[in-house]
Each structure stands twice: as structure tokens, then as C-alpha cells.
């Protein structure tokens, strides 16, 4: 089930860049007004799910304070990262960079010894970043340019340190919905002193981009995050890392269907090898985070 949670999240992750670009490039949305229109949205959502759900569980225990604390700032400085780097180049090449995340979980892993240092592990590590490189930079389509590249690579570091964050978090007893509540409350709090909320105002109001919105908030946000949580406590951030690096795969099909971008044999081998890392990290053994 935790695997299934991954492939369902990661669908929907990888749909969204496609979107965002829309209202990114479509729209003329700056990242900066995104970002707080995306966390706003989804802290309120979350929020009064929670409420609704159990109010009590409302409270944060004093000892993930610190935690939700820096895992809001990660997500905030993930999401503005992304969005810059996707502003730069193309979907696949933003993926990519990003999606180094999980080589840094797993290398984090071992160093922690919550991912031991054996064949599997190694196997899904080459295999993840073989495939993702076949899937979206073959044949010229990685577009780096010293920004993009900047801006990418701290992408994947905040990634990996925000699932660190939730991974902490959940260790402390805290439930997967109070958990990514407020630590996207506190990536909502970041994002209004580091966004810019004016720029809200000066975005058309069509349906296209209504509809838009609500993807990145409910679709690609509220659902896939706590599927991806769920996995967390389970799996561990080595494992659910490897397993998320199914979002290239489902950002390259989207692109190709959406934007055109018809996908050729190196990016179906690359897709099959990360089904491979996923499949290896499966067999790696696993011991549980401290």
C-alpha cells in the first residue's frame, strides 16, 4: 500500500509542473506570487481538514515545533527554487535536477546507517539517476544554463531536507495530516515575507487559470502530500525517495501529451530503469530510522 501511495503522489507531482508552467509562462504568474498562492491555499485546506476531522489534533507537540519550524522554510525555498528553475529552462530538465533528492537521501542514509551500504541500495541509486538522466536530458533536452542548474540543484537539497523534516516529525508521534499542516503553515508564513502576495491581484481571472490553481493546491499539494507522508512512515526517506523518482516519469509523459514533446526509446528505457531502482530498493534492507 505504501508503494501504491508513492505511484499515486508521484502521478500527481508530475502532472503539475506542466501546470504551473502555464501560469508561470501562460499568465505571467511570478514565482514569488505562486508560491504563496499555492502554500496559502493548501495550509487552509489542510488546516480545515483537520479541524473538521479531530481539533485536538490540532496541537503540535512542543518537541516537532522546531522541526515543522525548518521543514516549512525548506518547502517554502523547495517550491520558489523550482519555480525559478522553471522559469529557465524546460519541465524534464527542472525534474531532473530536482529529483537528485532521493541520491541524497539515500547517501544520507547511509551515513546515518538507516540505509545500509549493500548491493540493492547501490543498484537503485545508479539505476535512478541513469534513468532519470535517459528520461529527460537524451537527445539535447537537458537545458542547463548556470542558473538553472544553481537554482535546481537547491531544489533537490531543500526537497531532501524537507522529507528529512517530515521524516523527524512523524518519528516524534505526530499524525500525517497535524504533521504536514503545520509544516505548511510555517512554509505559508515563510512564503508571505520571501513572496509577493500583490502579485495575486494581477493575475487574469479566467477559468483556465482558476482551475489551474486548484490542481496545484488540491491535486498536486493537499492529496499527494499526504500519500507521501504515509509512505514516509513506513518506508523511511531513502526508500520513499527512490520510489517518488516515478514524478520524471509521469512529468515526461505529460509533457508529451499536453506540450507535444513525444517521448523516444532512451526515454522509455530511462522510465523502465527507474521502475528498476524502485524495484531494488524494495530488496534493499531497511532499518528503521532513529
Same mark, same amino acid.
Given at each position: 500500500?505504501?508503494?501504491?501511495?508513492?505511484?499515486?503522489?508521484?502521478? =500527481? %507531482?508530475?502532472?503539475?509542473?506542466?501546470?504551473?508552467?502555464?501560469?508561470?509562462?501562460?499568465?505571467?504568474?511570478?514565482?514569488?506570487?505562486?508560491?504563496?498562492?499555492? =502554500?496559502?491555499? !493548501?495550509?487552509?485546506?489542510?488546516?480545515?481538514?483537520?479541524?473538521?476531522?479531530? +481539533?485536538?489534533?490540532?496541537?503540535?507537540?512542543?518537541?516537532?515545533?522546531?522541526?515543522?519550524?525548518?521543514?516549512?522554510?525548506?518547502?517554502?525555498?523547495?517550491?520558489? #527554487?523550482?519555480?525559478?528553475?522553471? +522559469?529557465? !529552462?524546460?519541465?524534464?530538465?527542472?525534474? #531532473?535536477?530536482?529529483?537528485?533528492?532521493?541520491?541524497?537521501?539515500?547517501?544520507?542514509? %547511509?551515513?546515518?546507517?538507516?540505509?545500509? #551500504?549493500?548491493? %540493492?541500495?547501490?543498484?537503485?541509486?545508479?539505476?535512478? *539517476?541513469?534513468?532519470?538522466? @535517459?528520461?529527460?536530458?537524451?537527445?539535447?533536452? *537537458?537545458?542547463?544554463?548556470?542558473?538553472? *542548474?544553481?537554482?535546481?540543484?537547491?531544489?533537490?537539497?531543500?526537497?531532501?531536507?524537507?522529507?528529512?523534516? #517530515?521524516?523527524?516529525?512523524?518519528?516524534?508521534?505526530?499524525?500525517?495530516?497535524?504533521?504536514?499542516? %503545520?509544516?505548511?503553515?510555517?512554509?505559508?508564513?515563510?512564503?508571505?515575507?520571501?513572496?509577493?502576495?500583490?502579485?495575486?491581484?494581477?493575475?487574469? &481571472?479566467?477559468?483556465?487559470?482558476?482551475?489551474?490553481?486548484?490542481?496545484?493546491?488540491?491535486?498536486?499539494?493537499?492529496?499527494? &502530500? =499526504?500519500?507521501?507522508?504515509?509512505?514516509?512512515?513506513? @518506508?523511511?526517506?531513502? +526508500?520513499?525517495?527512490?520510489?517518488? !523518482?516515478?514524478?520524471?516519469?509521469?512529468?515526461?509523459?505529460?509533457?508529451?501529451?499536453?506540450?507535444?514533446?513525444?517521448?523516444?526509446?532512451?526515454?522509455?528505457?530511462?522510465?523502465?530503469?527507474?521502475?528498476?531502482?524502485?524495484?531494488?530498493?524494495?530488496?534493499?534492507?531497511?532499518?528503521?530510522?532513529?
Amino acid at each position: 500500500m505504501a508503494l501504491l501511495a508513492i505511484v499515486i503522489a508521484a502521478s =500527481l %507531482w508530475g502532472v503539475s509542473g506542466v501546470v504551473a508552467k502555464q501560469l508561470l509562462v501562460g499568465a505571467d504568474l511570478a514565482p514569488t506570487g505562486l508560491i504563496v498562492l499555492r =502554500l496559502g491555499g !493548501t495550509a487552509a485546506c489542510l488546516g480545515a481538514l483537520l479541524a473538521a476531522i479531530d +481539533r485536538r489534533a490540532l496541537e503540535l507537540p512542543r518537541r516537532a515545533w522546531g522541526m515543522a519550524a525548518l521543514g516549512g522554510v525548506m518547502m517554502c525555498l523547495l517550491q520558489l #527554487f523550482y519555480y525559478l528553475t522553471i +522559469r529557465q !529552462t524546460n519541465v524534464g530538465t527542472t525534474v #531532473f535536477l530536482e529529483y537528485l533528492a532521493p541520491t541524497l537521501l539515500v547517501l544520507w542514509g %547511509w551515513s546515518r546507517g538507516t540505509t545500509r #551500504f549493500e548491493r %540493492w541500495s547501490v543498484l537503485a541509486v545508479a539505476a535512478a *539517476l541513469a534513468g532519470s538522466y @535517459l528520461l529527460v536530458g537524451s537527445g539535447g533536452r *537537458l537545458q542547463l544554463t548556470p542558473s538553472a *542548474l544553481l537554482t535546481g540543484l537547491a531544489c533537490a537539497l531543500c526537497l531532501a531536507a524537507q522529507t528529512l523534516c #517530515f521524516e523527524a516529525i512523524l518519528v516524534r508521534g505526530v499524525s500525517q495530516l497535524t504533521a504536514s499542516t %503545520w509544516v505548511v503553515t510555517a512554509a505559508t508564513a515563510t512564503a508571505l515575507v520571501v513572496g509577493d502576495a500583490s502579485a495575486l491581484w494581477r493575475t487574469p &481571472l479566467t477559468t483556465p487559470n482558476v482551475l489551474a490553481v486548484l490542481y496545484l493546491v488540491v491535486g498536486a499539494m493537499v492529496i499527494p &502530500l =499526504l500519500l507521501m507522508l504515509y509512505a514516509l512512515r513506513r @518506508l523511511g526517506a531513502a +526508500r520513499t525517495g527512490i520510489a517518488s !523518482t516515478l514524478e520524471p516519469v509521469v512529468a515526461s509523459i505529460a509533457a508529451a501529451l499536453v506540450l507535444g514533446e513525444a517521448m523516444r526509446p532512451p526515454e522509455w528505457a530511462g522510465g523502465l530503469l527507474i521502475v528498476a531502482a524502485i524495484v531494488c530498493m524494495t530488496r534493499a534492507p531497511h532499518a528503521a530510522p532513529a
